[in-house]
Protein backbone atom coordinates (compact mmCIF):
# COMPACT_ATOMS: atom_id res chain seq x y z
CA UNK A 1 0.00 0.00 0.00
CA UNK A 2 1.45 3.16 -0.99
CA UNK A 3 0.31 6.27 0.80
CA UNK A 4 1.08 9.66 -1.47
CA UNK A 5 1.83 12.30 1.77
CA UNK A 6 2.82 15.51 0.13
CA UNK A 7 3.44 17.12 -3.29
CA UNK A 8 5.93 20.08 -4.11
CA UNK A 9 4.52 22.71 -4.65
CA UNK A 10 6.47 23.80 -7.58
CA UNK A 11 7.98 20.46 -9.10
CA UNK A 12 6.27 16.85 -9.23
CA UNK A 13 8.41 15.61 -6.08
CA UNK A 14 6.24 13.28 -4.12
CA UNK A 15 6.66 12.22 -0.07
CA UNK A 16 5.61 9.30 0.15
CA UNK A 17 5.40 5.73 1.99
CA UNK A 18 4.74 2.21 1.17
CA UNK A 19 4.05 0.30 3.50
CA UNK A 20 5.02 -3.67 2.84
CA UNK A 21 5.34 -7.23 4.04
CA UNK A 22 8.65 -6.28 5.95
CA UNK A 23 8.18 -2.87 7.02
CA UNK A 24 7.31 0.76 6.08
CA UNK A 25 9.43 2.57 3.56
CA UNK A 26 10.03 6.56 3.35
CA UNK A 27 9.90 7.67 -0.05
CA UNK A 28 11.81 8.93 -2.49
CA UNK A 29 14.20 6.09 -1.57
CA UNK A 30 16.96 4.59 -3.02
CA UNK A 31 17.97 0.89 -2.99
CA UNK A 32 21.46 -0.53 -2.70
CA UNK A 33 21.48 -3.43 -5.06
CA UNK A 34 22.02 -6.72 -3.51
CA UNK A 35 21.93 -8.76 -7.44
CA UNK A 36 22.85 -12.12 -5.69
CA UNK A 37 21.95 -11.55 -2.10
CA UNK A 38 24.62 -9.04 -1.31
CA UNK A 39 25.17 -5.60 -1.21
CA UNK A 40 28.52 -5.96 -2.97
CA UNK A 41 31.48 -4.97 -0.43
CA UNK A 42 29.38 -3.94 2.11
CA UNK A 43 27.83 -6.30 4.91
CA UNK A 44 24.06 -5.78 6.71
CA UNK A 45 25.10 -3.95 9.58
CA UNK A 46 26.83 -1.25 7.57
CA UNK A 47 23.43 -1.08 5.92
CA UNK A 48 21.66 -1.10 9.03
CA UNK A 49 23.60 1.78 9.95
CA UNK A 50 23.67 4.00 6.95
CA UNK A 51 19.74 4.07 6.74
CA UNK A 52 19.42 1.44 4.32
CA UNK A 53 15.38 1.15 4.44
CA UNK A 54 15.01 -1.69 1.37
CA UNK A 55 17.59 -4.01 -0.85
CA UNK A 56 17.09 -5.49 -4.36
CA UNK A 57 17.71 -8.63 -5.79
CA UNK A 58 17.45 -10.06 -9.22
CA UNK A 59 15.12 -13.80 -9.68
CA UNK A 60 17.69 -14.62 -12.70
CA UNK A 61 20.75 -14.95 -10.81
CA UNK A 62 19.31 -16.50 -7.15
CA UNK A 63 17.78 -18.80 -9.60
CA UNK A 64 20.69 -20.33 -11.19
CA UNK A 65 23.06 -19.52 -7.84
CA UNK A 66 22.49 -20.58 -5.34
CA UNK A 67 19.00 -21.99 -6.57
CA UNK A 68 15.67 -22.15 -5.09
CA UNK A 69 16.24 -25.32 -3.26
CA UNK A 70 18.56 -23.92 -1.22
CA UNK A 71 16.65 -20.49 -0.49
CA UNK A 72 13.48 -22.57 -0.26
CA UNK A 73 15.26 -24.52 2.57
CA UNK A 74 16.64 -21.70 4.68
CA UNK A 75 13.13 -20.48 4.75
CA UNK A 76 13.15 -17.94 2.10
CA UNK A 77 15.51 -15.18 0.95
CA UNK A 78 15.11 -12.84 4.13
CA UNK A 79 16.31 -15.45 6.07
CA UNK A 80 19.02 -17.10 3.92
CA UNK A 81 20.96 -13.47 3.92
CA UNK A 82 19.63 -12.04 7.38
CA UNK A 83 18.09 -9.44 6.06
CA UNK A 84 14.64 -8.45 8.09
CA UNK A 85 13.58 -4.99 6.15
CA UNK A 86 11.88 -5.15 2.87
CA UNK A 87 13.54 -6.82 -0.36
CA UNK A 88 12.42 -6.37 -3.96
CA UNK A 89 13.09 -8.95 -6.51
CA UNK A 90 13.76 -7.70 -10.60
CA UNK A 91 12.04 -9.94 -12.27
CA UNK A 92 14.89 -10.88 -14.48
CA UNK A 93 13.23 -8.77 -17.90
CA UNK A 94 16.67 -6.54 -17.41
CA UNK A 95 19.11 -9.67 -18.40
CA UNK A 96 16.41 -9.77 -21.90
CA UNK A 97 18.36 -6.96 -22.60
CA UNK A 98 21.93 -7.08 -20.61
CA UNK A 99 22.27 -10.98 -21.80
CA UNK A 100 21.20 -10.47 -25.49
CA UNK A 101 24.13 -13.12 -26.91
CA UNK A 102 22.83 -16.04 -24.44
CA UNK A 103 18.98 -15.65 -25.17
CA UNK A 104 16.22 -16.28 -27.59
CA UNK A 105 13.08 -14.38 -27.40
CA UNK A 106 10.04 -16.40 -27.44
CA UNK A 107 6.02 -15.42 -27.26
CA UNK A 108 5.74 -17.31 -23.78
CA UNK A 109 9.06 -16.23 -22.18
CA UNK A 110 12.67 -15.99 -22.81
CA UNK A 111 15.31 -19.30 -23.14
CA UNK A 112 18.75 -18.43 -21.58
CA UNK A 113 22.16 -20.14 -22.04
CA UNK A 114 23.57 -20.03 -17.71
CA UNK A 115 26.12 -17.52 -17.87
CA UNK A 116 27.77 -20.04 -15.83
CA UNK A 117 27.74 -23.07 -17.30
CA UNK A 118 25.91 -22.86 -20.25
CA UNK A 119 22.32 -25.21 -19.28
CA UNK A 120 19.60 -24.30 -20.99
CA UNK A 121 16.61 -22.59 -18.74
CA UNK A 122 13.41 -21.06 -19.57
CA UNK A 123 12.16 -17.81 -18.32
CA UNK A 124 8.43 -16.13 -18.42
CA UNK A 125 6.08 -14.83 -16.49
CA UNK A 126 4.41 -18.18 -14.49
CA UNK A 127 8.14 -18.71 -13.78
CA UNK A 128 9.41 -15.87 -13.10
CA UNK A 129 6.37 -15.07 -10.37
CA UNK A 130 7.01 -18.37 -8.85
CA UNK A 131 10.81 -18.07 -8.23
CA UNK A 132 9.69 -14.84 -6.56
CA UNK A 133 7.19 -16.05 -4.59
CA UNK A 134 9.37 -19.20 -3.59
CA UNK A 135 12.11 -16.14 -2.47
CA UNK A 136 9.22 -14.53 -0.41
CA UNK A 137 10.54 -10.53 -1.60
CA UNK A 138 8.32 -7.93 -0.81
CA UNK A 139 7.91 -6.67 -4.09
CA UNK A 140 8.21 -8.80 -7.08
CA UNK A 141 8.85 -7.24 -10.37
CA UNK A 142 6.53 -8.30 -13.67
CA UNK A 143 8.55 -10.14 -16.48
CA UNK A 144 8.90 -7.65 -19.26
CA UNK A 145 11.24 -7.30 -22.55
CA UNK A 146 13.95 -4.29 -21.92
CA UNK A 147 14.77 -3.85 -25.65
CA UNK A 148 18.30 -1.42 -26.95
CA UNK A 149 17.69 2.40 -26.77
CA UNK A 150 18.25 2.17 -30.14
CA UNK A 151 16.15 -0.41 -31.61
CA UNK A 152 13.98 -0.48 -34.47
CA UNK A 153 10.50 0.62 -34.28
CA UNK A 154 9.40 -2.88 -35.18
CA UNK A 155 11.62 -4.20 -32.36
CA UNK A 156 10.18 -1.72 -29.62
CA UNK A 157 6.58 -2.70 -30.80
CA UNK A 158 7.39 -5.94 -30.39
CA UNK A 159 8.41 -5.68 -26.52
CA UNK A 160 5.68 -3.05 -25.66
CA UNK A 161 3.20 -6.37 -27.12
CA UNK A 162 5.08 -8.68 -25.24
CA UNK A 163 4.98 -6.86 -21.72
CA UNK A 164 1.43 -5.94 -21.96
CA UNK A 165 0.96 -9.77 -22.54
CA UNK A 166 3.59 -10.65 -19.96
CA UNK A 167 2.36 -7.92 -17.57
CA UNK A 168 -1.49 -9.73 -17.36
CA UNK A 169 0.00 -13.63 -17.07
CA UNK A 170 1.92 -12.02 -14.33
CA UNK A 171 -1.27 -10.39 -12.60
CA UNK A 172 -2.79 -14.00 -12.36
CA UNK A 173 -0.02 -15.64 -11.10
CA UNK A 174 -0.32 -16.28 -7.01
CA UNK A 175 1.90 -14.72 -4.68
CA UNK A 176 3.46 -14.85 -1.20
CA UNK A 177 2.05 -13.57 1.44
CA UNK A 178 2.01 -10.05 1.76
CA UNK A 179 3.89 -9.83 -1.29
CA UNK A 180 2.79 -6.61 -3.62
CA UNK A 181 3.40 -6.62 -7.63
CA UNK A 182 4.95 -3.74 -10.02
CA UNK A 183 3.73 -3.71 -13.49
CA UNK A 184 6.56 -2.32 -16.13
CA UNK A 185 6.13 0.06 -18.68
CA UNK A 186 8.23 0.15 -21.86
CA UNK A 187 8.21 2.06 -24.84
CA UNK A 188 11.67 3.54 -25.34
CA UNK A 189 11.38 7.33 -26.23
CA UNK A 190 8.10 6.98 -28.52
CA UNK A 191 5.06 8.60 -27.16
CA UNK A 192 2.83 6.92 -28.62
CA UNK A 193 3.89 3.32 -27.28
CA UNK A 194 4.92 4.84 -24.26
CA UNK A 195 1.03 5.86 -23.84
CA UNK A 196 -0.46 2.87 -25.27
CA UNK A 197 1.72 0.39 -22.51
CA UNK A 198 0.86 2.88 -19.66
CA UNK A 199 -1.91 2.92 -20.09
CA UNK A 200 -2.48 -0.82 -20.42
CA UNK A 201 -0.22 -1.85 -17.13
CA UNK A 202 -2.00 0.81 -15.29
CA UNK A 203 -5.53 -1.23 -16.17
CA UNK A 204 -4.19 -4.48 -15.36
CA UNK A 205 -4.15 -2.69 -11.79
CA UNK A 206 -0.81 -3.76 -9.90
CA UNK A 207 0.13 -2.62 -6.39
CA UNK A 208 3.26 0.32 -7.92
CA UNK A 209 4.53 1.02 -11.69
CA UNK A 210 8.06 0.95 -12.93
CA UNK A 211 9.51 2.81 -15.66
CA UNK A 212 12.00 0.60 -17.85
CA UNK A 213 13.41 0.83 -20.19
CA UNK A 214 16.20 3.52 -19.01
CA UNK A 215 19.88 3.02 -18.54
CA UNK A 216 19.81 0.89 -21.20
CA UNK A 217 22.99 2.96 -23.14
CA UNK A 218 20.74 6.16 -23.84
CA UNK A 219 21.84 9.53 -23.56
CA UNK A 220 20.91 11.48 -20.60
CA UNK A 221 18.36 13.39 -22.44
CA UNK A 222 16.58 10.35 -23.96
CA UNK A 223 16.28 9.09 -20.31
CA UNK A 224 14.66 12.33 -18.87
CA UNK A 225 12.45 12.06 -21.86
CA UNK A 226 11.35 8.44 -21.29
CA UNK A 227 10.48 9.10 -17.79
CA UNK A 228 8.57 12.39 -18.98
CA UNK A 229 6.36 10.30 -21.59
CA UNK A 230 5.26 7.52 -19.19
CA UNK A 231 4.82 9.68 -15.60
CA UNK A 232 1.59 11.43 -16.98
CA UNK A 233 0.06 8.15 -17.03
CA UNK A 234 0.32 6.71 -13.83
CA UNK A 235 -1.52 7.20 -11.05
CA UNK A 236 -0.90 9.11 -8.09
CA UNK A 237 -2.06 7.03 -5.58
CA UNK A 238 0.31 4.16 -6.13
CA UNK A 239 4.23 4.41 -6.11
CA UNK A 240 6.81 4.94 -9.11
CA UNK A 241 9.85 3.33 -9.39
CA UNK A 242 13.09 4.14 -12.30
CA UNK A 243 14.47 0.93 -13.18
CA UNK A 244 18.54 0.95 -12.30
CA UNK A 245 18.79 4.61 -12.15
CA UNK A 246 20.62 6.69 -11.80
CA UNK A 247 23.60 8.87 -10.61
CA UNK A 248 22.93 11.41 -7.77
CA UNK A 249 21.90 14.52 -9.71
CA UNK A 250 20.08 11.66 -12.26
CA UNK A 251 17.83 10.61 -9.46
CA UNK A 252 17.69 14.71 -7.93
CA UNK A 253 15.88 15.39 -11.36
CA UNK A 254 14.11 12.48 -11.50
CA UNK A 255 12.24 13.11 -8.22
CA UNK A 256 11.42 16.38 -9.37
CA UNK A 257 9.99 14.67 -12.55
CA UNK A 258 7.59 12.42 -10.03
CA UNK A 259 9.70 9.58 -9.34
CA UNK A 260 9.92 7.84 -5.97
CA UNK A 261 11.71 4.78 -5.96
CA UNK A 262 15.45 4.42 -7.22
CA UNK A 263 18.20 1.63 -7.51
CA UNK A 264 21.34 1.44 -9.21
CA UNK A 265 24.84 -0.84 -9.14
CA UNK A 266 26.94 2.53 -9.35
CA UNK A 267 27.76 3.33 -5.71
CA UNK A 268 29.24 -0.06 -5.33
CA UNK A 269 30.86 -0.35 -8.87
CA UNK A 270 32.18 3.01 -8.83
CA UNK A 271 34.01 2.47 -5.80
CA UNK A 272 35.90 -0.71 -6.93
CA UNK A 273 37.76 1.49 -9.49
CA UNK A 274 39.04 3.76 -6.95
CA UNK A 275 35.65 6.60 -7.49
CA UNK A 276 33.79 8.45 -4.76
CA UNK A 277 30.90 10.38 -5.29
CA UNK A 278 30.13 13.58 -3.03
CA UNK A 279 27.44 15.94 -3.20
CA UNK A 280 29.65 18.24 -5.90
CA UNK A 281 30.75 15.58 -7.92
CA UNK A 282 33.01 12.49 -8.23
CA UNK A 283 36.60 12.39 -7.63
CA UNK A 284 39.28 9.89 -8.30
CA UNK A 285 41.09 8.99 -5.62
CA UNK A 286 43.77 6.82 -7.51
CA UNK A 287 45.01 10.33 -8.60
CA UNK A 288 48.33 11.32 -7.44
CA UNK A 289 47.34 14.50 -6.44
CA UNK A 290 45.58 13.15 -3.32
CA UNK A 291 49.03 11.04 -2.33
CA UNK A 292 49.65 13.55 0.48
CA UNK A 293 45.29 14.63 0.95
CA UNK A 294 44.50 13.81 4.70
CA UNK A 295 41.25 15.25 5.02
CA UNK A 296 38.30 12.50 4.42
CA UNK A 297 36.35 11.99 1.26
CA UNK A 298 33.71 14.61 1.96
CA UNK A 299 33.97 17.03 4.03
CA UNK A 300 31.20 16.93 6.50
CA UNK A 301 29.94 13.37 5.84
CA UNK A 302 29.74 11.60 8.56
CA UNK A 303 29.81 8.18 7.12
CA UNK A 304 32.10 5.91 8.80
CA UNK A 305 35.08 5.92 6.12
CA UNK A 306 34.83 9.46 6.23
CA UNK A 307 35.03 9.47 10.08
CA UNK A 308 38.39 7.51 10.79
CA UNK A 309 40.35 7.46 7.39
CA UNK A 310 41.98 9.99 4.85
CA UNK A 311 41.95 10.61 1.11
CA UNK A 312 45.70 9.97 1.14
CA UNK A 313 45.31 6.72 3.42
CA UNK A 314 42.58 5.43 0.85
CA UNK A 315 44.67 5.97 -2.39
CA UNK A 316 47.42 4.05 -0.48
CA UNK A 317 44.89 1.29 0.21
CA UNK A 318 43.53 1.33 -3.46
CA UNK A 319 46.82 1.45 -5.20
CA UNK A 320 47.91 -1.62 -2.78
CA UNK A 321 44.59 -3.28 -3.93
CA UNK A 322 43.66 -3.67 -0.38
CA UNK A 323 40.30 -4.78 -0.30
CA UNK A 324 39.57 -2.25 3.01
CA UNK A 325 40.17 0.70 0.33
CA UNK A 326 37.26 -0.26 -2.29
CA UNK A 327 34.72 -1.24 0.87
CA UNK A 328 35.42 2.24 2.59
CA UNK A 329 34.53 3.53 -0.90
CA UNK A 330 31.64 1.50 -1.12
CA UNK A 331 30.50 2.71 2.38
CA UNK A 332 31.13 6.06 1.56
CA UNK A 333 29.27 6.02 -2.24
CA UNK A 334 26.01 4.09 -0.53
CA UNK A 335 25.99 6.22 2.77
CA UNK A 336 26.01 9.10 0.22
CA UNK A 337 22.96 8.19 -1.82
CA UNK A 338 21.38 7.15 1.01
CA UNK A 339 21.56 10.78 2.84
CA UNK A 340 20.93 12.32 -0.72
CA UNK A 341 17.54 10.24 -0.11
CA UNK A 342 17.04 11.38 3.34
CA UNK A 343 17.71 15.35 2.70
CA UNK A 344 15.82 15.21 -0.33
CA UNK A 345 12.48 13.95 1.97
CA UNK A 346 13.46 16.55 4.49
CA UNK A 347 13.41 19.33 1.53
CA UNK A 348 9.77 18.09 0.32
CA UNK A 349 8.02 17.98 3.74
CA UNK A 350 9.63 21.86 4.54
CA UNK A 351 8.43 22.61 1.21
CA UNK A 352 11.91 23.56 -0.28
CA UNK A 353 12.86 21.15 -2.79
CA UNK A 354 12.69 23.48 -5.75
CA UNK A 355 15.41 25.34 -4.16
CA UNK A 356 17.09 22.52 -3.35
CA UNK A 357 17.06 20.96 -6.63
CA UNK A 358 18.45 24.04 -7.92
CA UNK A 359 21.24 24.22 -5.83
CA UNK A 360 22.20 20.43 -6.11
CA UNK A 361 21.68 20.50 -9.83
CA UNK A 362 24.20 23.88 -10.19
CA UNK A 363 26.97 22.45 -7.90
CA UNK A 364 27.08 19.21 -9.03
CA UNK A 365 29.49 18.51 -11.65
CA UNK A 366 28.53 15.84 -14.20
CA UNK A 367 29.70 12.19 -13.05
CA UNK A 368 31.16 11.46 -17.05
CA UNK A 369 33.85 14.33 -15.37
CA UNK A 370 36.28 12.92 -12.43
CA UNK A 371 37.42 15.96 -10.20
CA UNK A 372 40.88 16.81 -8.93
CA UNK A 373 42.21 17.37 -5.82
CA UNK A 374 42.50 20.94 -6.75
CA UNK A 375 39.05 21.16 -8.37
CA UNK A 376 37.24 18.97 -5.32
CA UNK A 377 38.99 21.37 -2.83
CA UNK A 378 37.55 24.90 -4.76
CA UNK A 379 34.19 23.36 -4.82
CA UNK A 380 33.97 22.55 -1.37
CA UNK A 381 34.94 26.15 -0.17
Keep these: MFELLKTDAHTKARLGRLTTAHGVIDTPVYMPVGTQGSVKAIDPRELHEMGTQIIL ?19 GLHKFINWKKPILTDSGGFQVFSLAK ?35 SDIAMCFDECPPHDAPAKEQRHAVERTMRWARECREQPRADGQLVFGIVQGGSNPALREECAKAIVATDFDGYAIGGVSVGEPEPEMMKAVELTEPFLPNDKARYAM ?52 PIEAGCDCFACKLFTRAYLRHLLKANEILGLRMLSVHNSHMYLKLMADVRAA ?29 AKLER
Design 244 to 295: GLGTPAQMVELIARGVDMFDCVLPTRVARNGTAYTRKGAIGLKGGSYKMDFG
Design 348 to 376: IAAGTFAEFHREFIAGFVPSRKILSQREA
Design 102 to 136: IRKIKSHGVEFRSHLDGSLLFLGPKEAMEIQRTLG
Design 57 to 75: GNTYHLNIRPGLDIIRAAG
